[in-house]
T-cell receptor, first 115, second 115 residues
């Protein structure tokens, strides 16, 4: 099973709202990733967790706050977003982070619209 | 640094035509190379991979060979179907250091196949 699940599938939120995106995998992977994807563009890396510790933050604004409660779960907390943050948010996981060129498996994404 | 360059799209073909999408890369060391496919409204799916020079990745009739001498990983399919219409991303991943397995993507190639 190479499935990464994400909820919700769609999310509409106002600029003053607080919401969270959720990602789950049960492949025993120890690295998990958040990406942001704008239409017709490749995904842009936001955060990497390796063994439940934040390893990479690609200078993402603080209105995005990641959390990794355990090795299977990854959350992205959203607060005071801007309309330009509207995008497809993708979660991915891989067998490891540093070391080994393992492939990443992606979830279906959450389509976020900020009004 | 690492970079991936894909042929410019969009690419439009008739069903049963031969497909080539060119991908070249720049990287230090010995990266792994991947092709991902994204169908409309979905996340990225791993299509195939190659982890060392002269490896051939294959899946669902698609093939790509890791050519270190030309730093290329071109995607081919002998006979495309309407259902192959999607966006195709070439990507590389370098192990080790502090990269934490970061994926570097090409800009994506939109493929449309007509009946």
């Amino acid at each position: 099973d190479t499935e990464v699940t994400q909820t919700p599938k769609h999310l509409v939120m106002g600029m003053t709202n607080k919401k969270s995106l959720k990602c789950e995998q049960h492949m025993g992977h120890r690295a998990m990733y958040w990406y942001k994807q704008k239409a017709k563009k490749p995904p842009e890396l936001m955060f990497v967790y390796s063994y439940e510790k934040l390893s990479i933050n690609e200078s993402v604004p603080s209105r995005f706050s990641p959390e990794c409660p355990n090795s299977s779960l990854l959350n992205l907390h959203l607060h005071a977003l801007q309309p330009e943050d509207s995008a497809l948010y993708l979660c991915a996981s891989s067998r490891s982070g540093a070391g080994g060129n393992y492939e990443q498996y992606f979830g279906p994404g959450t389509r976020l619209t900020v009004t | 640094g690492n970079s991936v360059t894909q042929m410019e799209g969009p690419v439009t073909l008739s069903e049963e035509a031969f497909l080539t999408i060119n991908c070249t890369y720049t990287a230090t060391g010995y990266p792994s190379l991947f092709w991902y496919v994204q169908y409309p409204g979905e996340g990225l799916q791993l299509l195939l991979k190659a982890t060392k020079a002269d490896d051939k990745g294959s899946n669902k009739g698609f093939e790509a060979t890791y050519r270190k001498e030309t730093t290329s990983f071109h995607l081919e399919k002998g006979s495309v179907q309407v259902s192959d219409s999607a966006v195709y991303f070439c990507a590389l991943r370098n192990a080790g250091g502090t990269s934490y397995g970061k994926l570097t993507f090409g800009q994506g190639t939109i493929l449309t196949v007509h009946p």
